[in-house]
């Protein structure tokens, strides 16, 4: 793999231009935030883990919970299932010590605002995420940070807009961390999972989620989705995404728009030949079969559903 350098220099070698590293670095971090943006991709996912409160006083604990402030959505890359299978609770019961499992079916926001809201509690079954407009909307500062493992303290090179409460979210953050101010000085309410002394970070208003109907007890949530990565800030870094070929390729015609390079067409579709082969591997997929996968709320566990409890595990799973 190449380093951001090494991307941008082959890139401006094939555009036959100078001085531009600038705008190269700009182009290749929009080149990663569209693949972010539209693939589902294991390297650009996260997991986050959260418990319900029914102590809420908004919705009798359907909600809002805030989510990481780098979630795009929730991840369709969790195997042949699909997003049918990426948000689960455990429910404690008798012969699970540890839980039983209760996947949430994904719904619309529109559909969930129709749901009436009453002061019963049960076991949740359906799940909605607001976004609260596009992320650039959210984030209210990017900049660098020094982080140490294991540490909540941490400092940053430029605190504009900064304020208690903010999510944090990038190189070393854990999910869903949000942050007191002093200065330049940042407490993190979680500890930090790496060391750097100029770590790739943004902070802003996450979007939150709401369950239906309301749950009844503390339940601990995993939510797998798909993330917003952190741009790259020094060119030593590695691109989090491996295809060489494609980033130099696509980051070379991004370069000849600005050139006038009428070779521009040629590199586009080269780096779209290497995207399909990469995403024709990707995330282990070959070692099983796929599935189509149908509405859970009519075919299985939930509001409606219409397969009967099974003999040895209950709850229509």
Not at 2 to 20: E, F, H, P, S
Not at 255 to 266: F, K, N, P, Y
Request: aromatic share 10%.
């Amino acid at each position: 793999m190449l380093t951001a350098a090494g991307v941008i220099d082959k890139a401006l070698q094939n555009a036959r231009a100078i001085n531009m590293d600038a705008q190269a670095l700009d182009f290749l971090n929009a080149i990663l935030s569209d693949l972010c943006q539209n693939k589902d991709l294991a390297l650009a996912r996260g997991r986050y883990l959260f418990n319900f409160n029914p102590a809420l006083v908004t919705l009798f604990g359907s909600g809002p919970y805030p989510l990481p402030l780098d979630y795009l959505r929730t991840s369709g890359s969790s195997g042949s299932r699909g997003v049918n299978k990426s948000v689960w609770y455990l429910y404690p019961t008798p012969s699970f010590p540890a839980g039983q499992p209760l996947y949430l079916i994904p719904i619309d926001l529109a559909e969930f605002d129709l749901f009436p809201q009453l002061p019963s509690q049960s076991t949740p079954e359906l799940w909605a995420t607001d976004m609260g407009g596009p992320l650039t909307q959210r984030i209210v500062n990017a900049t660098t940070a020094t982080l140490t493992a294991g540490s909540t303290a941490g400092t940053v090179a430029d605190a504009s807009n900064l304020q208690n409460g903010l999510s944090m979210a990038g190189e070393g953050v854990q999910p869903g961390t949000t942050i007191t101010v002093s200065g330049l000085n940042i407490t993190l309410s979680v500890p930090a999972t790496g060391t750097n002394t100029a770590a790739s970070v943004f902070f802003g208003i996450p979007p939150v989620a709401y369950v239906y109907p309301a749950p009844i007890g503390s339940y601990p949530v995993t939510v797998r989705y798909q993330r917003q990565m952190p741009d790259i800030v020094s060119t030593a870094q590695y691109p989090w995404f491996p295809s060489d070929g494609y980033l130099i390729d696509q980051l070379t015609g991004f370069i000849m728009g600005l050139t006038g390079d009428q070779r521009r067409e040629q590199f586009f579709a080269s780096a779209s030949r290497h995207l399909e082969q990469y995403l024709g591997l990707s995330d282990d997929k070959t070692n099983r079969a796929q599935q189509v996968v149908l509405d859970a709320r009519n075919f299985g566990r939930g509001a409606g559903g219409r397969l009967k409890d099974t003999k040895i595990q209950g709850w229509g799973c």
